[in-house]
């Protein structure tokens, strides 16, 4: 079973169609790198995966649970960290993940072990009856990234992650993502889609890459292919985006020339 297959999204937001028949396919296990310039299309996507924002066209499967046949199965499928997560400073880290715990249906007499555990995978356990507010931004960043894995979802969306984080920070936000992708017990227990506009990020933990352009799919390609003839991951993505632009602008000259 696939853990997300997306088939011919589309968004459109007045006359800008952020996303444009945008299919993918990510299997058990995988972590792939989510890529595009800004306003690609990367965060509206995301957000019609995991139900946050209905979809113009299209559908998509999460874990096997189509998005609007079992919008509930889909949605508790998915750890979401979103760009901007949604922390309450004034609570304490353990208060949080009980309270997020308890939204996302976590049973009352499996809470507490699951807040423990997610904590720890996030390497939160010193600081779980700390003020949310008083963190750093990396231990914020931890704090949202263990909300997302508290009810331990097959399918990890993650937006930004590492963004506006330190070196080092950044090194151990990406050693923890890698982790919750490893197998456990010969099976994997997370499949990871991330965003991202680090390519070394890219490079130190994601197989593959899925490369939008103005919502379109430009790119999707495991990371060693696209990557062996010796041109770095910066080209690619440079040559992705300048040739879409330069097919646009094509476009544009041949609608200007017709009447004459
Ligand atoms: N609520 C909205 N209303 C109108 N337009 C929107 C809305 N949300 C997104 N857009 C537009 O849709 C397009 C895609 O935006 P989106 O945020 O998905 O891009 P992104 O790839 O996540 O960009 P970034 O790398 O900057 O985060 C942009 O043109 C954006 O302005
Ligand atoms: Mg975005």
Known sequence: MLAIE??????????????????????KGEIVGFLGPNGAGKTTTMRMLTGFI????????????????????ARRSIG????????????????YLTFVAKIKDVPRATRKQAVESAADRCGLHDVVHRVIGDLSKGFRQRVGLAGAIV??????ILDEPTVGLDPIQIREIRGLISNLAAPEHGEARHTVILSTHIMNEVEAICERIILINRGRKVVDQPLAELVQGG????????RATSRD?????AVALGAEEAPL
């Open 6 to 27: 997306a088939r011919n999204l589309s968004k459109r937001y007045g006359d800008v169609e952020a996303v444009s028949d945008l299919s993918f396919e990510v299997k």
């Open 245 to 249: 632009e330069q097919g646009d602008i």
């Open 231 to 238: 041109q770095s991951l910066e080209e690619v993505f440079a």
């Open 151 to 156: 009810h331990d979802p097959p399918v990890l």
């Open 80 to 95: 979401y960290l979103p760009e901007n997560p949604p922390l309450y400073p004034e609570m304490t880290v353990n208060a």
């Open 54 to 73: 209905p979809v113009t066209d299209g559908t998509a499967h999460i874990a096997g649970h189509e998005i609007f046949a079992d919008p509930i199965g």
